[in-house]
């Protein structure tokens, strides 16, 4: 299931470098961090549990899903962030308003997620919010193969530090599937995924850690019915490279 969950986080050696980063970052005056990367590596879990983790010390607000109309991105920004509660729409102007007249002694942060589907007119005004210094900034964006968007006009002048995330390495998925079934308890089933057999969902997914889900959701599907009819075809000690390009396939990372 592709639900973002701090609890779900796994934390690998490349992944712990750019989360500390990204930690050391929000202790600077910077005004604006982007936190980049291509679909399914993380960006979203990453930003989950940072919010978890800095919520309890000072104020942080994050917005998962964007708000593409701006009279109701800054209505919501009033209230999440300076407890303004506004009976109808905000503009910039009243937003600015509110945040010099609730200014907060720590500069609250606000978390923007899949900020590439914010309007050029909206980034830009919140440049300007990121300028007063009342709020910060951290934005999470996708970088495509087409498009780096971290090249973008409203980012380029910007952004003072940003942290990429990337896609795992055969070891790194051996390392989080384990993870993932030894924190469920299933310790049988994590030492079923041998590195022989990651290599090979590696080869399907390239390490993507959204793509890995879907296939080991799959097969695990494909397990429970060889459990239930088939049994004798499940030893237990390693997984079946049949299962595996039978979940590939009914994903449909093979075309057959």
């Not at 990429?164 to 308890?185: H, V």
Request: glycine share 2%; net charge neutral; aromatic share 12%.
């Amino acid at each position: 299931m592709d639900i973002v969950d701090a609890k779900d986080y796994v934390q690998l050696d490349r992944n712990a470098a750019v989360y500390h980063g990204l930690k050391e970052a929000v202790k600077k005056p910077l005004k604006m961090i982007l936190v980049f990367g291509k679909p399914g590596t993380g960006k979203s879990m990453m930003l989950n549990k940072l919010y978890k983790e800095l919520s309890p010390q000072q104020k942080v607000t994050y917005i998962q899903t964007p708000i593409i109309d701006e009279s109701e991105f800054f209505k919501v920004m009033a209230y999440e962030v300076f407890q303004f509660n506004s009976p109808s729409p905000l503009n910039f102007t009243q937003f600015i308003e509110i945040s010099n007249y609730y200014a907060m002694e720590t500069t609250p942060i606000v978390i923007l997620d899949e900020a590439q589907l914010y309007s050029e007119s909206l980034m830009e005004k919140i440049r300007l919010i990121s300028d007063s210094r009342k709020v910060k900034f951290i934005f999470a964006l996708h970088k495509t193969e087409k498009e780096d968007l971290i090249a973008k006009e409203h980012f380029k002048t910007r952004i003072w530090e940003s942290q990429e995330l990337q896609n795992a390495t055969p070891s790194e998925l051996t390392i989080y599937i384990q993870k993932k079934l030894l924190r469920a308890n299933y310790f049988d089933i994590a030492n079923m995924f041998t590195e022989k057999s990651v290599r090979h969902i590696h080869q399907f997914t390239d390490g993507n850690y959204r793509d890995t889900n879907k296939l080991l959701y799959s097969l695990f599907e494909i397990c429970s019915w060889y459990e239930e009819n088939r049994p004798s075809k499940l030893n237990f000690t390693s997984m079946p490279t049949k299962l595996i390009e039978m979940a590939a396939i009914h994903i449909g990372f093979i075309d057959a």
